[in-house]
């Protein structure tokens, strides 16, 4: 465990209100986060998702409410305030700089050194090795520190900026899911890292669109439509398919598939 006990609340957000171009992207917005969970949040598009990240990785500062960490108030000037923090966020596309070698972009600027100054020098053997026990140790094992990280895939990428969270001692975790199409193996790689940050004591906030995700990994799950929490729920309140049915857009879903079976009983079997 990290600094917290299971079941901590780590981030709370209270009464929180973020307008964006004459519109309520989030509205009275209360949610806690807490140690050791993973909280999911479920919600169409424009529900409000990417603005709470924003407000949660410090890009966005709320105009009403506040956003408590380890039960005080915060305001997050920039997205290196939040991180140093403690909360730090994984993004969809902007995980690691692509041309840089994997342990480059494990420290990005955070390199150990050897010696004293003026004689101080990057410890590169030092570096390596860091980045592979770091990367093994959510689930990613194996990996040449020296390659470029273009040659890791969309899973993986993640991964290792969920891996350097962990290693620079992350309280909370914010990830951006990808939304372009994920292969299994790469979405059980991400998965795995998630878990093992869980394992860790960290808050880990899931933003995702798949419910059927969702229920395999979350603890909890926030769902927001219309820039309003329409939903708090644990594992234990739902199943998969109420989580699907819950996301705006699954009640047609759902009314499609019972028509669908009733025409088609042989479809019962899928
Ligand atoms: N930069 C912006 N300028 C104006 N309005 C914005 C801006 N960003 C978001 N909005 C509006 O705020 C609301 C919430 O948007 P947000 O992007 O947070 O939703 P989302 O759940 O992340 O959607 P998606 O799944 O499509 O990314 C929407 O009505 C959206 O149109």
């Known amino acids: 465990m990290s600094d917290a006990s299971a079941g901590t609340t780590v981030l709370e957000l209270r009464n929180l209100g973020v307008h964006r171009g004459g519109v309520a992207a989030l509205h009275r917005v209360n949610a806690t986060f807490r140690a050791g969970e993973i909280t999911c949040v479920l919600g169409e598009n424009g529900a409000g998702k990417s603005t709470l990240v924003a407000v949660l990785s410090g890009l966005l500062r709320p105009d009403e409410g506040e956003l408590l960490l380890g039960g005080r108030p915060v305001t997050f000037r920039s997205a290196r305030a939040a991180r140093a923090a403690g909360v730090a966020t994984v993004w969809e596309d902007l995980a690691v700089a692509p041309l840089l070698s994997v342990w480059r972009n494990f420290f990005l600027g955070a390199e150990p050194t050897r010696g004293v100054w003026p004689l101080r020098r990057l410890d590169l053997d030092a570096a390596r090795e860091t980045t592979v026990r770091a990367l093994a140790r959510v689930g990613v094992p194996g990996i040449d520190p020296d390659r470029p990280a273009t040659a890791l895939r969309a899973g993986e990428r993640q991964s290792l900026a969920i891996a350097r969270a962990l290693h620079f ?34 808050a880990v906030v899931v933003v995702t669109h798949n419910p059927r995700y969702a229920h395999l990994i979350g603890d909890r799950f926030l769902l927001l439509a219309r820039g309003h929490v329409a939903g708090d729920l644990t594992r234990k309140d739902v199943d998969a398919d109420v989580l699907l049915r819950l996301m705006a857009g699954g009640r047609e879903l759902t009314a499609l598939t019972a028509r669908l079976r009733a025409l088609h009983p042989e479809l019962d079997e899928r």
Do not use: K, Y
């Open 169 to 202: 001692g992350a309280r909370a975790l914010v990830i951006d899911e990808p939304t372009a199409p994920m292969t299994i193996a790469q979405h059980t790689v991400l998965a795995e890292a998630v878990l093992s940050a869980r394992d860790e004591g960290l």
